[in-house]
């Protein structure tokens, strides 16, 4: 680890990539006793699913010391909750303006 402190972490496997998140989600907490699933870069942990194929890409794209830094930021951040009822969702919502049509 110390090594990846120093230097970042260099270019990982699927596999590899979804075994170090899981290894740091144990460690912060998001994920207990997971399930991980290294051919399909996914993580399941207490019924909730991690895909890692889009954020596996993302990792691989950016520059090596910040690669621990997307992990615990992006990567082991808690989703929002999702409103049950429309009262919640409302002051949520944005209007959006769009151009007409194409003529």
């Keep these: 680890m110390v090594w990846h402190k120093l230097f970042g972490v260099g270019r990982l496997s699927g596999a590899a990539f979804t075994d ?6 144990v460690e912060c907490g998001a994920f207990w006793e997971p399930d991980v699933d290294r051919e399909a870069l996914r993580i399941i942990s207490r019924g909730d699913v991690t895909f890692l194929e889009n954020m596996y ?6 520059p ?3 690669r621990l830094a997307y992990i615990r930021n992006v990567v082991l951040s808690p989703n929002p909750e999702v409103p049950a009822t429309w009262t919640e969702a409302r002051p949520l919502l944005r209007s959006v ?5 194409p003529r």
């Design 20 to 25: 170090l998140v899981a290894r740091y989600g």
């Design 97 to 101: 303006v769009r151009d007409g049509a």
């Design 64 to 66: 090596r010391r910040q």
């Design 57 to 62: 890409a993302q990792f691989l794209a950016i």
